[in-house]
Structure formats: structure tokens, C-alpha cells
């Protein structure tokens, strides 16, 4: 390999690779808009969408090793300035939509299952 494409080559791996490691899970999937905590990943399979005439319905679920306070913490701080109003602990609203925030621990980690329903 010459030196020249070895300098093309340095340049693409530092400049485009970390584009591509950021952009891997940094959203909850199906809720384009709210962020995943830290490295917390998407839980395979756990997408429930419905589009009904009085709303949607989305369920989905993310899973890493961190401590529920320190996550809570992050969606009280975040979510807010997303538009979602804190209504009490763990429900916020938006708009004509409820997000609703569980946070279960397991064993070595923290699933977290985000629920939004249209607005009663």
C-alpha cells in the first residue's frame, strides 16, 4: 500500500468512524426523538407500535448496566427540554400523548420500558 493511500485511509477512519459509533443506539427505537442513556441498547424485539385514530401506542424497551438513579435523573433533566412535562414521577406529557417511564432492575442491569398512550 503506498503512503498515499495510507494517509486517505488514516484520514477516513479518523474523521467518518466516530460518526458511525455515535449514531448506533443513541435513540430509543420507535421514539425517534428521546435519547438512550449513555450505552444502554435497544431490546431486541420489544417495538410495539399502533397508529388508531385516537393516538399511538408504542411500547419499547432498552436494557444497560447503570444505576436507576442516574438514569432517572438524565430523563428528568432531558425529556423536558424535548417538549415531554413532568406530571409526576416517571410520567410526563406532550402535546396529545403520555410517555410513562418503568424502571426495572435485574440481575447486572437496568431495563427501562417506555410506554406513550394518546392523551385521555
Known amino acids: 500500500m503506498s503512503i498515499v493511500k495510507l494517509k486517505y485511509l488514516i484520514i477516513y477512519i479518523i474523521f467518518f468512524t466516530p460518526v458511525f459509533v455515535l449514531c448506533k443506539n443513541t435513540f430509543v427505537e420507535g421514539l425517534s426523538d428521546v435519547p438512550a442513556y449513555k450505552k444502554m441498547i435497544n431490546v431486541k424485539d420489544s417495538l410495539v407500535l399502533f397508529d388508531k385514530l385516537d393516538g399511538r401506542y408504542v411500547s419499547s424497551e432498552i436494557v444497560g448496566d ?6 432517572r435523573k438524565f430523563y428528568g433533566k432531558v425529556l423536558p427540554n424535548l417538549g415531554w412535562e ?3 414521577k416517571d410520567h410526563f406529557r406532550r402535546d396529545n400523548e403520555i410517555m410513562e417511564i418503568k424502571y426495572m ?4 442491569s437496568l431495563r427501562l420500558i417506555f410506554s406513550i398512550t394518546p392523551k385521555k
Do not use: A, L, T
Request: net charge negative; hydrophobic share 25%; glycine share 0%.
Open 105 to 108: 432492575n435485574e440481575k447486572n
Open 66 to 71: 447503570y444505576e436507576e438513579v442516574e438514569v
Open 86 to 88: 413532568e406530571i409526576n
